[in-house]
């Protein structure tokens, strides 16, 4: 079963003109999909996901850019370290790592959720180094309305973290507004890797919540053009923090997509995507102008 999976995950993958690459990052071997030519486009994903969760949203990118994308050290099957931080500071510093072994000096820089806290954290410690900035639904606000996740984790329930399979059935109900198809196989081995990673996640899950410096402030020094997508059914991260992103970021515009949930680059993969290469696009020509 694991082996039909990864051959199906991968398949995804392959398809998405995408190819799995390993470096050696620091004390982490850093696993990452990397296709296409062009200006360097780096996806980051969110807790729990890996760089998989991009393949769809990739698909078109591939055509005209290089894409990298990779499990962030911690997740998927890059090195994760017993006595290491996850958190976000070091996260941001490890990302640094790993663009500068790939000699990347300037890149295009999306993230989700975790990794929309971590994209929006290094355009602020390196605002010369980021061409363009896109959020999906990045975590790093003190929610206007407070969340479905967020209520539940103040009464004790943590249930991004799955211990049991009903338990990963309910994550997945909740990070959807309206679950993708996905094959049986492909949906038993994200389950079972879930499980068995579980103690681990919920330790990386309270680091997020404690070690988690204030991303407000930052902000205001990002100078990258920024696009902030967000589905107006997420109960992850409640739609109301798009406008802080906004207000908070100078060259920044909202994108909200009507009946998606907090995972739009799967479930709205064609319209993220088309959004996006869109505003690379017009960032592109405001800066021939600017010239």
């Known amino acids: 079963m694991v082996n039909l999976a ?15 690459h390993v470096v050696q990052v ?40 290089r894409v990298i994308a990779p499990d962030q050290p911690g997740w998927g099957a890059s ?38 806290f971590i994209a929006s954290a290094y ?6 180094e980021v061409i363009t900035l896109g959020l999906i639904a990045p975590h790093g606000m003190v929610e206007p309305e407070p969340s479905e996740l967020f209520r539940d984790v103040a009464k ?33 081995y994200l389950a079972d890797h879930a499980i068995r990673n579980s103690a681990k996640s919920a330790k990386i899950f309270a680091e997020m919540q404690t070690n988690n410096p204030a991303l407000a402030d930052r902000l205001a020094n ?27 970021i100078k060259s920044s515009e909202v994108m909200i997509i009507p009946g998606s949930g907090h995972m739009p680059l799967v479930e709205n993969a064609s319209a993220c995507s088309r959004a996006w290469l869109a505003f690379i696009d017009k960032s592109r020509q405001a800066r021939g102008a600017a010239a």
């Not at 200006?39 to 698909?59: C, I, Q, T, Y």
């Not at 355009?123 to 010369?128: E, G």
């Open 26 to 65: 620091g004390d982490h071997r850093v696993v990452y999909s990397e296709g296409g030519q062009g200006e360097p486009v780096v996806l980051l994903h969110g807790f729990g996901a890996s760089a998989d969760s991009w393949n769809r949203f990739a698909k078109p990118l591939t055509k005209r850019y």
């Open 222 to 248: 990002i100078t990258a053009p920024a696009l902030i997508i967000w589905g107006d059914q997420d109960r992850v991260l409640h739609v109301s923090c798009a406008d802080l992103f906004r207000q908070g």
């Open 123 to 128: 355009a602020a410690r390196y605002p010369d």
């Open 79 to 116: 090195t994760r370290i017993e006595s290491a931080s996850y958190g976000y500071p070091a996260q941001v510093e490890r990302l640094h790592q790993f663009l500068s072994t790939l000699g990347l000096k300037r890149v295009h820089l999306v993230g989700h959720s975790m990794g929309g």
């Open 156 to 188: 004790g329930d943590n249930w991004p973290v799955a211990t049991t399979r009903p338990e990963f059935d309910r994550l997945l109900n909740n990070v959807f507004a309206k679950r993708p198809y996905a094959p049986k196989a492909v949906l038993n």
């Open 6 to 20: 990864t051959m199906l995950i991968g398949l995804e993958r392959f398809t998405s003109g995408l190819k799995r």
